[in-house]
């Protein structure tokens, strides 16, 4: 069974090389922003191949949504590379070179004797690194589609932000306090 994987916890703020062996935080990548995370099986797997494909609908939204696309694979560089322009995705993809996010999470595949295979796992992330859901994509149609993570987004916005909906009147009244505020400090 898979541990930390659970909605409301924190995870760890890994450190993790991209495909250029740049090293990248998760924190530093999400910022103040949600982030899917996606924990890869591995570059030989041609599902996780399919479903990384499938994100490049959910990526052309994420540059005006205030969403950061994050995938780690268990793969040195140039496999997590070849994954990466094998399915056109811009977004960042980590390589777990020592196992160290399939250690923590106890994901490791242990079906597959060939490969250093993670049970694969699709993660909606609030900002502060917080689980905010979980799917277990080890079978195919465990994996999140495009329209269960708008969803799931819109879901944790409404929650998260206090002026997801403007023309409430307490949030117009917020706004307006803040802008009084910024003038009087400016004087």
């Known amino acids: 069974m898979a541990t930390g994987l659970t909605p409301g916890t924190r995870i760890p703020d890994f450190e993790l090389p991209d495909e250029n062996g740049v090293k990248h935080r998760l924190s530093e990548l999400q910022g103040d922003d949600a982030m899917v995370l996606m924990l890869g099986r591995g570059e030989h797997c041609p599902r996780e191949r399919q479903h990384q494909f499938h994100m490049l ?5 994420c540059p005006v949504a205030f969403t950061t ?5 268990p793969n040195d560089l140039h496999d997590t590379y070849k994954m990466k ?9 980590l390589a777990d070179v020592d ?4 250690r923590a999470f ?8 060939h490969h250093h295979a993670t049970v694969p796992h ?3 992330v609030a900002p502060g690194l917080v689980i905010d859901k979980v799917y277990c994509g080890y079978w195919f ?4 589609s495009v329209p269960q ?11 998260t932000k206090a002026d997801y909906d403007p023309t409430v009147p307490e949030v117009r009244a917020a706004w307006e306090a803040e802008q009084r505020q910024t003038a009087a400090a400016a004087v």
Do not use: S
């Open 57 to 61: 609908e959910l990526q052309k939204y």
């Open 69 to 73: 696309l994050v995938t780690i694979l």
């Open 85 to 93: 322009i094998a399915t056109g995705a811009y977004w960042t993809y």
């Open 99 to 102: 196992l160290e996010v399939q």
């Open 106 to 113: 106890g994901i490791e595949e242990y079906t597959d004797p």
């Open 122 to 124: 699709t993660l909606v």
């Open 141 to 144: 149609w465990g994996r999140p």
């Open 149 to 159: 993570l708008w969803t799931d987004l819109q879901d944790l916005f409404r929650r």
